[in-house]
């Protein structure tokens, strides 16, 4: 229950920190895994002090233990060890300090941590992290690689020197972190957050050498794994050898088998570039060579065409059909206007023959009444009736004697 305190009604250490023993009295005992990073075995003791650390969230507790508890395990338990606990939570009063009194103490075994491993890895992939949908393309030629590895490890000599004698001018940010044990998990994933946040760098290796599965465990931690999910920039995974095969394979953009193949897979052979180019070139010179030629070709038989070789003959050749039907029309217009001048003549003679005014000439003359019709019979007329009579010369009137 709370207790209640004032400004005025403080409790004093003591009191504080023996409500404290009261509460963790209270509970019951619980089974804890860990990881051991300390352990102290004085000779002559009979107990024996260790440190339980969860390697994920970088928190620790210290545990003891009486030697007969630990000399049971104590052939294959040490330092780095993985182990599960059946402890009682102890409140030391006087320092005010929390430990776990064990009363057994069991090791991990290799099966049991790839057992639980499968089981994350199934749980992450229900999940859609290892989906190949949301691997990223890594860069052809990267600005500046990231590189997380040990210190003065294989795996970053390999890294470095491959790449460097694969593409001389390329740059590497190198973050340096324990890559096994309790402190690996928690600086591995800062040094991939810290380079995922750089803005110059193009692509992130994860390198390591290999290792036994307890060495390697570090690499498939859920929450590294749930880190490099989140990273925006290309993550290579090049842990162990080929037949190792940590979680962080699975999520990362790309596998390397080893470090060496990661260096291989990030950066380009600059003599290889320079052979694609050159193969490149030579094609591209080729296909050039080949239209011109063709064009050449196509050309030079333009050319040899007799219309493009003499394009005044065909002229010439036509010149003399042209004169000849010229002049044999000029001959048929002329046959044709003289025929029908011919045709006029003779038709202006015969209608000049026949013309009322040749008559008239000849001295005849035509009567008309007054209505304009020709008096053709001397009973188409009256006694006195006035006509008018039209002559070669005129026209004048008459009028009918009874």
């Given at each position: 229950?709370?207790?209640?305190?004032?400004?005025?009604?403080?409790?004093?250490?003591?009191?504080?920190s023996?409500l404290?023993?009261?509460?963790?009295?209270?509970?019951?005992?619980?089974?804890?895994?860990?990881?051991?990073?300390?352990?102290?075995?004085?000779?002559?003791?009979?107990?024996?002090?260790?440190?339980?650390?969860?390697?994920?969230?970088?928190?620790?507790?210290?545990?003891?233990?009486?030697?007969q508890?630990?000399?049971?395990?104590?052939?294959?338990?040490?330092?780095?060890?993985?182990?599960?606990?059946?402890?009682?939570?102890?409140?030391?009063a006087?320092?005010?300090?929390?430990?776990?009194?064990?009363?057994?103490?069991?090791?991990?075994?290799?099966?049991?941590?790839?057992?639980?491993?499968?089981?994350?890895?199934?749980?992450?992939?229900?999940?859609?992290?290892?989906?190949?949908?949301?691997?990223?393309?890594?860069?052809?030629?990267?600005?500046?690689?990231?590189?997380?590895?040990?210190?003065?490890?294989?795996?970053?000599?390999?890294v470095?020197?491959?790449?460097?004698?694969?593409?001389?001018?390329?740059?590497?940010?190198?973050?340096?972190?324990?890559?096994?044990?309790?402190?690996?998990?928690?600086?591995?994933?800062?040094?991939?957050?810290?380079?995922?946040?750089?803005?110059?760098?193009?692509?992130i290796?994860?390198?390591?050498?290999?290792?036994?599965?307890?060495?390697?465990?570090?690499?498939?931690?859920?929450?590294?794994?749930?880190?490099?999910?989140?990273?925006?920039?290309?993550?290579?995974?090049?842990?162990?050898?080929?037949?190792?095969?940590?979680?962080?394979?699975?999520?990362?953009?790309?596998?390397?088998?080893?470090?060496?193949?990661?260096?291989?897979?990030v950066?380009?052979?600059?003599?290889?570039?320079?052979?694609?180019?050159?193969?490149?070139r030579?094609?591209?010179?080729?296909?050039?060579?080949?239209?011109?030629?063709?064009?050449?070709?196509?050309?030079?038989?333009?050319?040899?065409?007799?219309?493009?070789?003499?394009?005044h003959?065909?002229?010439?050749?036509?010149?003399?059909?042209?004169?000849?039907?010229?002049?044999?029309?000029?001959?048929?217009?002329?046959?044709?206007?003289?025929?029908?001048?011919?045709?006029?003549?003779?038709?202006?003679?015969?209608?000049?023959?026949?013309?009322?005014?040749?008559?008239?000439?000849?001295?005849?003359?035509?009567?008309?009444?007054?209505?304009?019709?020709?008096?053709?019979?001397?009973?188409?007329?009256?006694a006195?009736?006035?006509?008018?009579?039209?002559?070669?010369?005129?026209?004048?009137?008459?009028?009918?004697?009874?």
């Open positions: 229950m709370a207790v209640n305190t004032t400004p005025e009604a403080p409790l004093p250490v003591g009191e504080v023996r404290i023993g009261g509460w963790i009295d209270r509970l019951g005992a619980v089974w804890v895994e860990g990881q051991i990073t300390q352990l102290s075995r004085r000779p002559g003791a009979g107990v024996v002090f260790l440190t339980l650390r969860d390697p994920s969230h970088d928190v620790s507790v210290s545990v003891t233990c009486y030697r508890v630990f000399d049971a395990v104590a052939d294959v338990v040490g330092e780095g060890a993985r182990v599960v606990v059946l402890a009682k939570p102890e409140w030391y006087p320092r005010g300090q929390l430990s776990l009194r064990a009363a057994e103490i069991r090791p991990v075994g290799v099966g049991e941590l790839l057992a639980r491993l499968e089981q994350l890895k199934k749980a992450l992939a229900r999940e859609g992290l290892f989906a190949p949908e949301r691997k990223k393309p890594l860069p052809f030629l990267p600005r500046l690689v990231g590189l997380v590895c040990g210190r003065a490890s294989a795996a970053e000599r390999d470095l020197e491959n790449a460097r004698h694969r593409w001389p001018a390329v740059r590497f940010e190198v973050r340096n972190v324990p890559v096994q044990g309790v402190h690996a998990v928690p600086q591995v994933v800062q040094a991939v957050k810290e380079l995922d946040a750089h803005d110059d760098v193009d692509v290796i994860v390198a390591r050498g290999g290792g036994s599965v307890e060495d390697l465990l570090p690499f498939s931690d859920e929450q590294l794994v749930r880190t490099v999910a989140a990273c925006r920039t290309p993550v290579v995974s090049a842990i162990g050898h080929e037949p190792d095969n940590p979680l962080l394979d699975h999520v990362a953009d790309l596998r390397a088998s080893t470090p060496t193949d990661a260096a291989k897979k950066v380009p052979d600059v003599g290889e570039e320079y052979e694609r180019v050159r193969l490149l030579d094609r591209a010179r080729r296909c050039v060579r080949a239209l011109v030629e063709r064009e050449e070709r196509g050309l030079a038989h333009a050319l040899a065409r007799p219309s493009v070789e003499d394009p003959r065909m002229v010439d050749a036509r010149a003399g059909e042209v004169t000849a039907l010229l002049e044999r029309g000029r001959r048929s217009l002329r046959h044709q206007l003289d025929r029908a001048d011919s045709e006029l003549t003779h038709t202006h003679a015969r209608v000049v023959a026949l013309s009322p005014a040749a008559t008239l000439q000849r001295g005849y003359a035509v009567l008309q009444r007054s209505d304009g019709q020709a008096v053709r019979a001397p009973d188409e007329v009256a006195g009736e006035a006509l008018r009579a039209r002559v070669s010369g005129g026209e004048f009137t008459v009028r009918v004697d009874a």
